[in-house]
């Protein structure tokens, strides 16, 4: 029996095809990888197979999970698989949790009400589910690295953390089929190895996987069949030994030539003669008992590109919020060039979902910006086009739109204000090789023409070499 099929998946906006005519199969304990481009329409896949797609989108075919067929568009009757059959691990990790609960108890939680069976209505039965669920839940987070963040809230993490988080609290419910989407998006080197450790575990116990990634690297440590959508359909597919080893179509190959390995030696020249837009002294921070710095001196010119590197939870975003003024120090100053306005300072967040507003449209939130600032709303629609974003995708939601799309808005709308310093906050972890190199190459022109400075957090070693001329080291 197959954990998952699909026959003639299509997810349709109007009269507008999204996603076309998907067809695959997933035996039991077996993988199947997605990758593409944002925007290609994988997590529309996900979201049409889960019965939760955004509103105003419908999808037709048929769905068959662990042997239950159900008609595409009858979304409601897949919803009570969620968690028992099949679980979602979203692209934004900020969506996936709780910002009230502790992280411990987004874990336990999942344990207490999915995976362990019913405990009946007796007072001890209660307190000994509870009492396992937070001896599981603690376990799991010791395994990932995340054990002194336990008694936190969500917004006490970093984004790497968070996605680790929202990765246990999803796989805590021990679902047959988990379809995970991006699941080591903005993480270390030794974070991926734990998260691709984790997945074939649970795939040697019986676990199918749907796994939507930009991630070439995890795509071929997770073996099993492969496929490459583009433009909502897929052009390629086959092992992912065969189709990433020899791809056949253009599109393929672009894709994996993209990669920032294989980008040409950094041209970006240093600029230490150039003034200062922000001098760093003796700069300090910590939190409680956890110290993240301590003594860090810099000087970040206009014009220059900087890297801050560190294993995730080092205290990078924390860095960049110091400097931008968002944060106050333990000790040490932060010394801004006199005469800017407080836009001359932008920032890309790593989670873009973070940086609007939920339930206005995205033209209506850059049409609020443009006339709030007197910008000119034909430069940010000429971005918008160098970056791929069809002016359709401004009337939908920031959740209504794929993580990678969003990100690319975001540089979009810091890019308009001209801004003096950048911290671009893993601005492309969310896009594939090939847009993350067209998006790369376009803020480091527009950077370049305006003399911005920019600090950026990247866990990518190769783009970090390719891209900026130094970097400060969190440790």
């Known amino acids: 029996m197959s954990a998952l099929q699909l026959e003639q998946l299509s997810v349709w906006h109007g009269d507008t095809a999204l996603v076309r005519d998907i067809s695959f199969d997933i035996p039991q304990g077996g993988v199947f990888t997605l990758l593409g481009e944002s925007g290609s329409g994988k997590s529309l896949l996900a979201q049409a197979i889960m019965g939760k797609l955004p509103r105003g989108l419908r999808c037709e075919g048929r769905i068959r999970i662990a042997g239950q067929a159900s008609d595409a568009a009858q979304q409601a009757s897949r919803h009570a698989a969620w968690g028992r059959q099949i679980a979602l691990l979203p692209q934004e990790p900020w969506l996936a949790l709780d910002p009230t609960m502790k992280a411990w108890r987004q874990v336990a939680e999942t344990y207490e009400l999915v995976s ?37 809230y969500p917004f006490m993490i970093s984004g790497g953390m968070a996605q680790r988080l929202a990765f246990l609290a999803t796989h805590a419910a021990g679902a ?30 019986g676990m199918s996987l749907l796994c939507i990634t930009h991630d070439v ?6 073996g099993g069949q492969l496929a490459v959508m583009l433009d909502g359909g897929m052009i390629e597919r086959g092992t992912a030994a065969e189709v990433l080893a020899a791809p056949q179509r253009q599109y393929t190959r672009r894709l994996l030539a993209a990669d920032p390995e294989q980008w040409p030696a950094n041209a970006t020249p240093e600029v230490p003669d150039a003034a200062p837009v922000v001098t760093i002294s003796g ?20 014009g220059e590109v900087v890297a801050i590197s560190g294993p995730s939870g080092a205290g990078k975003t924390t860095f960049g919020n110091l400097v931008l003024g968002l944060m106050q120090p333990d000790s040490g100053s932060v010394t801004r060039a006199a005469g800017l306005a407080p836009t001359a300072f932008q920032k890309l967040y790593q989670d873009p979902v973070a940086a609007f507003a939920p339930r206005l449209t995205l033209r209506r939130s850059l049409r609020d910006l443009v006339r709030l600032h007197g910008l000119d ?31 690319r808005i975001a540089l979009a709308r810091a890019l308009l204000l001209k801004p003096a310093l950048l911290f671009a906050d893993e601005p492309t972890s969310r896009l594939d090789p090939v847009s993350q190199q067209e998006v790369m190459q376009l803020m480091l022109e527009q950077c370049r023409q305006h003399h911005c400075a920019v600090l950026l957090v990247t866990h990518d070693p190769h783009l970090a070499a390719r891209a900026t001329s130094r970097s400060i080291a969190l440790r």
């Open 377 to 407: 709303w034909n430069e940010l629609a000429h971005l918008l086009a160098r970056m791929r974003i069809a002016d359709t995708l401004l009337d939908r939601r920031p959740g209504e739109v794929s993580g990678g799309e969003l990100q």
């Open 176 to 205: 047959p089929l988990m379809i995970i989407d991006e699941p080591t998006k903005g993480l270390d080197h030794d974070r991926r190895a734990d998260v691709l450790a984790l997945l074939q575990a649970a795939q040697r116990e």
């Open 283 to 302: 700069l300090s921070k910590s939190f409680a008992k956890q110290t993240l710095f301590t003594g860090i001196d810099a000087r970040i010119a206009r």
């Open 217 to 222: 690297w995890l795509a071929r440590a997770l």
């Open 116 to 152: 362990q069976p019913a405990a009946d209505s007796q007072n001890d039965s209660l307190r000994q589910a509870r009492s396992g669920a937070r001896t599981l839940a603690m376990r799991a987070l010791q395994s990932l690295g995340l054990g002194d963040a336990a008694d936190k």
